[in-house]
Each structure stands twice: as C-alpha cells, then as structure tokens.
C-alpha cells in the first residue's frame, strides 16, 4: 500500500512539474451543462514528428497539416455521446516554442443540445496522431469529477 | 416437463444434500456479489468524500499530499501559504467561495483544524451531503470547539467539556499540551461516515489564540504568557492558513482558474481538482479490488467443488435409479440431460438464494456499515458486471454436472440391477 502511495506521489510530482514526455498528453474538459472547453496538451512530436523550430518549407507543412487534422479530427479524437449532438469549435491554437523542445496547446468550445455529465466520452487518440501514446484526461462535467488515462483507441470514460 | 418432474422428485428424495449443496452455491455467489458490491461502495465512499468543490488550493507539493493532508486528515503540508496569498486568491472574480483550512495541532490522537464558518455552509460530502450539527452549534466565540462525530464518541466529550488542544497531532497526551488555553464544545457533527467525523474544528482566530504567546516555535515561559482573558477574535491576526478549499462560479472556469493558481506569482501554489486526484488514486489502488474479486471466484470453485462431491456421491446410491430409468426405456443421453439439469437447477437455485442473501445483508447492514467503516452502499441492485457474473456462474454449475452425468452414462445397464455379492 505504501509503495504504491509512493509511486503515485511520484508519478504525480513529475506531472506536476510539467514533465515534457513525448507521447504523453493531457486534455482537461469542463461542462457546464450543454456547454464545455476542452483543453489540450501535447508534445509537438506527438503531432508531427518534432520540435524544433519548423523553418524550412518541409517542416512549416508537416506542422500545419498536423495542426489542421487536429483541427478537423477532434470530434473522432474525442467521441461525445451521438444522441447529445455536440459540436467541437477551435477557438484557440497555440505552439508554445522553447529551445529545443515545443508544445501545442489547444482549446476547444464545446456545445451540445444536451447535458454532458451523466453520458460516456470515448477515446481515440491513436487512431488520429498513432504517436500520442499516453493521454491523462481530466473532466469536470457540473457535480462530476473523473480523470482517467487513455492509452487505446476506444477507452471510455463515464460521468456518473 | 418429465424431465423437471423427475429431477424435483430425485432432489426432494435427497432433500438434505441438496440443500447443503443449494446453501454453498449460495454463499459463494453472495460473497461474490458482497465483494462486489463492497467495492463500488468503497469507491463511491472514497471519490465521494469530499463533493461540489472545484479546487483545492494548498502550496505547492504533489496533489496527492494535498488531498491527504486536506480531505483524509493523513499526512502533513510540506509548507504553508500566507494568508495574503488566500485573500489576494479570494478576490478573482471566477471565485464564488472558499473555505480556508489550518492544520498543524492535535487532540489526543484527533486531528485540529482551523477554519470559519464557512465550513458549515459550503462543505459537501456524496453529493449534495452538508455538514449537520446533532447537538449545539457552529463555532461562535474564540475558545468554541466543534467536534466531529467519531472524537465526541471515542472520548466521550459533550456539549460544554473542555478541551486542551496539543501542539503537533499525537496519540494519547500530547508531547505539548496547550493547556493554558482550554477550548469549549459548542458543538458535535452528525456521522458522516467521512474523516470529518475524526477531527475537532475551531476558528481561524481560535488556532491563533494558542500560540499568540510562542516564540520562535516554543512555548512561552510563565511570565510571557497572554491570559486567555485577554485575547479576543479582533486582537487576533491570522497569518498564515494549511489550505484552502474553492468553489468556483462555473464548471468551465475551473480550469482556467486552476491555471491561473497554479501560476501565481507571489507565492508557489497548487490547485488541484478533488475529484480528479481521487479517481486517479482510486486507479492507482485497483490492484486490491483485482485480489478481492480473484478471492471470491476462488470461492465460488469451491461452491463447485462441492456440488460435484455432493453430485458424484449420490451418483453411487443413484445407480439403481438410473438403472432403472435405462430399464423403462430412457436413452443414455437422456440420463446425461436429467443429471446436467438437476445440476443446472442446483446452481439456479443456489444463485437465486444467494442473490436475496446478499440484498438481505445490504438492506440490513447499510446503516451500521456506512456509519462504522464509511462504505458508501448506493447504486443500482444490479451492475452489468454483476449480471456477467451470475451468467458465468450458471454456466459454470451445469458444465461441472456434466462431469458425473458422463460418468453415470458409462455405467453399464445391468451395473445397477444385478445384485452385488
């Protein structure tokens, strides 16, 4: 039991630190009934192979197709319930470049004609981006709290 | 028809091994079920404890001793924040309220905690649960205490006891009591089946109160100290708190406000959503529920087991039986089909009657289990899972009648008629 205490502290602690793990992800999610923000962390390896700044013509393309699949991909990345109708807007794409690492954070506007918490989001992010290995997923959907890490395509998660 | 006729007929004349044998299968499948059962309430007790707050703020160490320290009274804070920090945080307008938490002192064995009013209004356990009084009230004067349900129980306090708070959480005395200051009970919590029943709660002010006098961590000498007639809440500044709990306006501003904590300037903070730390901790905790359910299912093989003793050994004095069933016409396989049934009928049986045990239990024991060990026992009747299990249950019983229903196929006709010498 103490061990495993102490191996979560430790997995935790490097998540905290804001570890830049390639392949590991993290979307955090927030509803407020019909509406929500989903939010996205990703190394830029993940997404299109590397991180250094993209100058040459090669490069530029390879991250804005990366980018725009992203773009036109997250609502089979990120499966909402059918019957809730949702709709998943871009609003804010962001390349955070350090020197030689980079991280691309995305946000998400969320509508649905009905209320999220209570339904079953599923998860396919390998299917999209085959190198985003890992994903922690933390959701706030109204009285509901669930996190869960996403490591196959079809991993799901219930806001009961 | 015949064939349910026959196997009732044949069960009723063992009646005595069938139902020992009907009870073990039983057994099994309500332990099964209990176990079951038994962890969704643990989870729903553990990720459940604390509810409807969005952050947990505390300084910056690894979310899981944030939770611990916070909502399980177990382990320490590696820092505390200033209340500066609390304030200036309160004052974001994404905010709706707060509840700050200051630990740090105990009461034999039971944790203290410093904290307002506030306490009492916005802090919710399963659901929509709030914090109720069975005797007295909130903490009204500086030297008012407030215990939870398991400390008033286990020590025997009430309404109007004094109190002597030591300094750092101990066991029995305290290594320094601050007993120049005794504490009141104003007030003593309902049980909630949670860690708030293993705490005493004080005002902010009041925690201040006790070390107003100490110098550089120790105790005053005789001289130094302050009585305690002269101290009042207004004297009292408060300068730093452990954590502090937020709600927020809205779901989808948490996580902007989480980051916007977390990226505090001033000092180095940690906001963290409870519920998320809990399901994450929860995950991390699953092996135990893996060894539980592999206990039980080793339990329901030995229901098994003894279904097939009890069915093999009634095979010997049924040789006559089947003998004389070939004899009047009936055909091998009808035999296998009689022998499988009953076992069938067996497990059937002994699911059905293990079922209601376990609802029994659970409808009898609720109250008792919640309030004693916190297991939170609520959902469905039945889960999916569950249903799988009893599935895989009857299968299981009618493949194991298979086994003595070969074996009674094998045996010649004329094994059971002629008579032994």
Known sequence: ?160 | MVFLKLAIKSLKNRIFATTLTVISIALSVSLLLSVERAKRAAEEGFTQTISKTDLIVGARSGPLQLILYTVFNMGNATHNISYESYEDIKKIPAIEWTIPYSLGDGHRGFRVVGTNQDFFKYYHYRGDRKVEFSQGGEFRDLWDVVLGAEVARKLGYKLGSRVVVAHGVTKGEGIQEHDDKPFVVAGILEPTGTPLDRAVYMSLEGMEALHVDWQEGAAPTADKIIPREQLTKDKLKVHSITAFFVGAKSRIETLKLQREINTYKEEPLLAIIPGVTLSELWQGLSFVEGVLRIISWMVVLVGFMAMLIALTTALNERRREMAILRAVGAKSRQIVGLLVFESTLLTALGIALGVFLSWGLVAVLKPWIESEFGLYLVGPWFTSRELIYLVITLIGGTVIGLIPALRAQSLALKDGLSVKL
């Open chain 1, 1 to 160: 039991m103490f061990k495993v205490l102490l191996l979560s502290t430790m997995v935790f602690a490097a998540r905290e630190h804001g570890a830049h793990l390639h392949g590991a992800g993290k979307i955090s999610m927030a509803f407020d009934g019909k509406r929500g923000k989903i939010e996205l962390h990703v190394p830029a390896e993940s997404l299109y192979g590397f991180e250094h700044e993209a100058k040459s013509k090669k490069d530029r393309q390879k991250k804005e197709q990366a980018l725009l699949k992203l773009e036109e991909k997250i609502s089979e990345m990120i499966v909402l319930d059918p019957s809730l109708k949702c709709e998943i807007k871009k609003e804010i794409f962001e390349v955070n470049q350090q020197k030689n690492h980079a991280e691309v954070e995305a946000e998400f506007g969320v509508s649905c004609e009905a209320p999220v918490a209570g339904s079953e989001i599923s998860f396919h992010m390998q299917k999209v981006f085959p190198r985003l290995r890992k994903v922690q997923v933390d959701v706030v959907a109204d009285g509901v709290q669930k996190s869960l890490q996403v490591t196959n395509n079809g991993d799901s998660l219930g806001l009961k």
